[in-house]
Antibody, heavy 119, light 107 residues
Framework: QVQLEQSGAEVRKPGASVKVSCKVS????????MHWVRQAPGRSLEWMGS????????HYAEKLQGRLTMTEDTAADAAYMELNGLRSEDTAIYYC????????????WGHGTLVTASS | DIQLTQSPSFLSASVGDRVTITCRAG??????LAWYQQEPGKAPKLLIH???TLQSGVPSRFSGSGSGTEFTLTISSLQPEDFATYYC?????????FGQGTKLQIK
């Protein structure tokens, strides 16, 4: 059974950085496509970025380019999402998601991490 | 970017009803469409991938159809636990856009 366990809620001042972790169990991280999705209060889901291990490529949402970094520690089966230069509009629940099917579906989801950017 | 437009945005229905949600893509995406269900306060859950393939463990009252630019999610007989928000997502190209969501409420 694949599980994604995320780190706890974070509060940061505008301009600061935040790093959220996602620990994978039940599957090898190196064989999963990892994704990050966020959801601002009362809003729809917003795709942030994806890592394709087969091609070694990371894709980021254009609006987050330059502020978002996705990394992995395959030895620890943990993925990380770091967002710099936080703004109030970055306040959201951040989800890690993963999959391994040919469609690229987001099969497994973490429980979400609330990140609040507020002075 | 490929835009996805869901309709309706809100839907009121009763237990036992048959409901259909539509997702239209701004350009052809073959069958690279997934549907997710999100209950309040919870992470999304994959229901359907490849436009019409039911994810393992999802009840058979859920079904998906379509290809190209028009897709539908149908729930054949609503159960109390189905009242949630539903999202479509295209997996044809980056960015992996989501629809704006359809909130299914009890009438």
């Amino acid at each position: 059974q694949v599980q994604l366990e995320q780190s706890g809620a974070e509060v940061r001042k505008p301009g600061a950085s935040v790093k959220v972790s996602c620990k994978v169990s039940g599957y090898k991280l190196s064989e999963l496509h990892m994704h990050w999705v966020r959801q601002a209060p009362g809003r729809s889901l917003e795709w942030m970025g994806s890592f394709d291990p087969e091609h070694g490529e990371t894709h980021y949402a254009e609006k987050l380019q330059g502020r978002l970094t996705m990394t992995e520690d395959t030895a620890a089966d943990a993925a990380y999402m770091e967002l710099n230069g936080l703004r109030s509009e970055d306040t959201a629940i951040y989800y890690c998601a993963a999959g391994h099917d040919s469609w690229g579906s987001f099969i497994y989801w973490g429980h979400g991490t609330l990140v609040t950017a507020s002075s | 970017d490929i835009q996805l437009t869901q309709s309706p945005s809100f839907l009121s229905a009763s237990v036992g009803d048959r409901v259909t949600i539509t997702c239209r893509a701004g350009q052809g995406i073959s069958s690279y469409l997934a549907w997710y269900q999100q209950e309040p306060g919870k992470a999304p859950k994959l229901l359907i991938h490849g436009a019409s393939t039911l994810q393992s463990g999802v009840p058979s009252r859920f079904s998906g159809s379509g290809s190209g630019t028009e897709f539908t999610l149908t729930i054949s007989s609503l159960q109390p636990e189905d009242f949630a928000t539903y999202y479509c997502q295209q997996l044809s190209s980056y960015p992996r856009t989501f629809g704006q969501g359809t909130k299914l409420q009890i009438k």
